[in-house]
């Protein structure tokens, strides 16, 4: 069973940054993509970035710029730094991993962390 933990989370004032870490199980090199998705009190979980097995990366318009996705294949874990901090930026974040199992594609999800900037 994969297992996905994050951590980094937490409280800073807005123009801060923070760095999340999302710890896999197995080798991240196994799934086709992981990501980072948000979800703020009250509204649905949405795409902050992703990275595909081949490196690209991909990031919703609200943190380009801001925001950076990478990986470490010796650690198996994904980062998500994130500077520039807005209050807007404030929900529980998640990390995401994906593969093909068969003809189905499988998503992993950790449990959360939650990063809350003040204004």
């Known amino acids: 069973q994969v297992q996905l933990v994050e951590t980094g989370g937490g409280l800073v004032q807005a123009g801060g940054s923070l760095r999340l870490s999302c710890a896999a199980s197995?080798?991240?090199?196994?799934?086709?993509?992981m990501g980072w998705y948000r979800q703020a009190p009250g509204k649905q979980r949405d795409l902050v970035a992703t990275?595909?097995?081949?490196?690209?990366?991909n990031y919703v318009d609200s943190v380009k710029g801001r925001f950076t996705i990478s990986r470490d294949g010796a650690k198996n874990t994904v980062y998500l730094q994130m500077n520039s901090l807005k209050p807007e930026d404030t929900a529980v974040y998640y990390c995401?991993?994906?593969?093909?199992?068969?003809?189905?594609?499988?998503?992993?999800w950790g449990q959360g962390t939650q990063v809350t900037v003040s204004s």
């Open positions: 990275i595909t097995s081949g490196g690209s990366t």
């Open positions: 995401n991993a994906g593969q093909y199992y068969r003809r189905d594609y499988v998503d992993y």
């Open positions: 197995t080798s991240i090199f196994s799934f086709n993509a």
